[in-house]
């Protein structure tokens, strides 16, 4: 494969949403990253709010445990604020990028031998294929992982292109 081949892609932001935001990955409260840290954060509130009840059935050596659970309620609430704050922003940037998706003229990958580029409206991002670390090929998309990250869906080539590219990246990228 000496030649250099050229797949354009349709950018339909469905397409990518549909990949992108699966399995409630744009939930700030119950993504993958966040639910069980949501979870644990209303077990804790309900905990405390149970003991704060109950608090004039504790004697006064055991009114620290609502002390201690208010501490851990914190903790949980800290953790979550993080994990929601990092959920947003990649949901941000998820968005900014399907945007400006929508807007391009032109989104092709041109690939040989040596180099893979990726081509959105003349702004193109070219690296060798020993760049890429890893790589995911499933029935909906392709991905990529290395220097630049990429993720293509299937939904977005023909069926000959989606073979093409799925063989091209299995004969160059080593893992």
Known sequence: MNEEKTIILQAARTDFEEIYFNENQGSLLFSPMTKGKTIMTIITAITLFTTFLLKENLSEENVGILYFLSFIFL???IFLSVSVNRVSRWKKQVNNYLSSLEDCNVYEIRFDHHFFTVNIDNEKETSEWTDFETFDINEKFISLEGKYSYMF???????????????????NIKI
């Open 153 to 171: 869906p299937k939904k977005a080539m023909n069926e000959k292109a989606f073979v093409l590219l799925e063989k091209t990246i299995k004969d």
């Open 75 to 77: 903790l949980c609430a």
